[in-house]
């Protein structure tokens, strides 16, 4: 019984005309595929790894439900904490009762959705010396990396982020958002957030190529992200100067503070899509970035052992 | 630089690798001394062969191999892998080669086995009639369904490898690398990797490259050797020319009721050794086969037992081992098909 030899190999599309500047057949003869098509084949790897980052983390329910304890108690002691600063109708950072309330419910669901604790999987993979498998696949790491967080995220959209919002709208007189636009720019500023959020963890981890030990980094970048990103007090309970630094010098608003503002309506329309297009620009610069790094860093590859 | 022949899949010529290894030579100062790992290797494969690639740890196999899939840069020498140059071209090449590092895993980790292989269509772009009739064949001849829907990292270490062989399948590579594919499996996994690696070679579709220590793993399946210490070729050709070159030969051992006073003389069969105060002798037989000796010995009576030993590969090897690299390697002679 003959192996690959009986595999009927793809035929070539027949409405393609052939591509003079297409690569050349490899040794069996099969033909490169178009463009359009191998666009679409890359576009379907994308949604497969995204699916499968999903599938991933879905298999830890008790590793969610214990989180999920500990966002909704963080989240009741935040909330009351909220609600004493803003007592007597006061509006620190000018939010309302109801906006601070609501800023620290939904925060609770997406401090796991965009992800701003410690995450080592590519260093982890650099140290042992995994990572050549990444570098086997025909697919560029740095995409299916991101693929699997996105897959990653929209599982803690439903195991994380649902339940603390319902626990906050429950229990508690909150903020409910009345523009229609903020529902689907808060969409899009999720995914903005969690590319940001992605973008900076992913070049943390790259510093493993050099260092192979990145505790170090890692633990800086959770603490910056904790004091900087929102996730502690809004970032409008700080002197505007210091926002300004923070909001275009740092990717950490971009992460937490700008989705949470335009869930929580601080600002108008206009403004909210703003900073949305502060968090594209803060997406794009990481990931060239981590493209950059990336590349210096294969190339300087020597694999652990073996 | 020779060009490589046109049925060359892989073609190395004067491959090198030197890494940098620094050194603590004072309180602070460290010097940086260069080490070759890979020292001017020339290596032609052709399609179809199987190649078993053995050599001492530390030889330069795994760095070679690393060079090969794209994942190592050289630092002189050429090479290419189905007419590509490994690194700049390794997205490419990654499409027409498989992989398996016996110590990695190409797997994800959280998912079953079946996710696995479904996910990594989609990431080679497998036609889904291909990918079907790949995994049909991979799960017949491995055994795959009984654990097909297990998370890999449930799976034992016989399992996980039958499933990174598949996975490396899948997508109809033109080459196989296996860097130790049968390391820490227990012997009845070892035999059926090795029955189902030396069918996948027999077919000739696929070429494959495998460095084991495990010399069983080169006797079942690998018509052609190539043995590399201190990073360079010591022995390319087949089995039985290794055996030739480093003099092994068949071995007859005979114990006797008394020693003899005067031993036989055969044409042919040289007395290696005597043991036991005579009581067992060895013979070696240059070439020429055993029954002549028996028949001798027969006639001179006292014969208690008789036992022929086949050379031992193990034996060959660690002695290419332990002896410095003196001659460079002869030129490749063709390697028998299996």
Known sequence: MPFAAACPKSAPDPHSAPDPSADPPDRRGRPRPPARRRAADAAAGFVALTGAGFRRYATYRQAMVAGLFTNIVFGAMLASIMLGVAADGRTPGGYSREQLVAFVWVGQGLLNVVYTWGWRELADRVRSGDVTADLLRPVDPLTSYAAADLGRAGQAVLGRWIAPVVVGVAFYDIYVPHRPSTYVLFVVSVVLATLVSFGGRYLVNLSAFWLLDVRGPVALWMLAGALLSGSFLPMRFLPEWVQWLLWCGTPFPSIFQIPLDVAVERTDGALSATTVLLQLVWVIVLFLACRAVQRRAVRRLVVQGG | ?338
């Not at chain 2, 070759?36 to 030889?59: K, R």
């Not at chain 2, 820490?184 to 077919?203: E, I, M, P, T, Y």
């Open chain 2, 1 to 338: 630089m020779t060009m490589p022949p046109h049925d060359a899949v892989i073609h190395a010529a004067g491959l090198r690798k030197d890494f940098t290894v620094k050194r603590k030579t004072g309180r602070l100062r460290r010097t940086a001394q260069s080490v070759s790992a890979v020292d001017g290797v020339d290596l032609t494969i052709t399609t179809g062969e199987t190649v078993g690639y053995i050599g001492p740890n530390g030889a330069g196999k795994s760095t070679t191999l690393k060079m090969m899939t794209g994942i190592l840069t050289p630092t002189g020498g050429a090479l290419t892998v189905c007419g590509l140059e490994p690194v700049p071209r390794r997205k490419q090449l990654a499409r027409r080669i498989g992989v398996v590092f016996g110590q990695r895993s190409q797997l994800w980790w959280d998912l079953p086995l079946r996710e696995s292989f479904r996910l990594l269509r989609h990431v080679y772009s497998v036609p889904a009639a291909d990918h079907a009739h790949r995994l049909e064949t991979c799960r017949r001849m491995l055994d795959l369904d009984a654990f097909l829907d297990t998370p890999v990292r449930q799976l034992s270490l016989g399992q996980r490898m039958r499933g990174e062989i598949t996975a490396a399948l899948l997508h109809g590579p033109e080459v196989l690398f296996l860097d130790e594919p049968t390391i820490g499996l227990d012997v009845v996994s070892k035999h059926a990797l090795r029955a189902f690696l030396a069918d996948l070679g027999a077919r000739g579709d696929v070429t494959i490259v495998l460095t084991t220590h495990d010399l069983a793993d080169i006797e079942r399946l690998c018509p052609r050797l190539v043995v590399v210490d201190h990073g360079r070729v010591v022995h390319d050709g087949t089995l039985a020319a290794l055996h030739e070159r480093y003099g092994s030969r068949r071995r007859v051992v005979v114990d006797l009721d008394r020693p003899y006073d005067d031993l036989p003389h055969v044409p042919g069969v040289k007395v290696d050794r005597v043991e036991d105060d005579g009581h067992r002798v060895v013979f070696a037989l240059d070439g020429v086969p055993a029954g002549g000796l028996i028949a001798r010995l027969a006639q001179l009576g006292g014969l208690r037992d008789v036992a022929v030993q086949e050379p031992d590969i193990e034996e060959v090897v660690a002695r290419l081992y332990t002896t410095e690299p003196a001659e460079p390697a002869e030129p490749a002679e063709p390697a028998v098909p299996a």
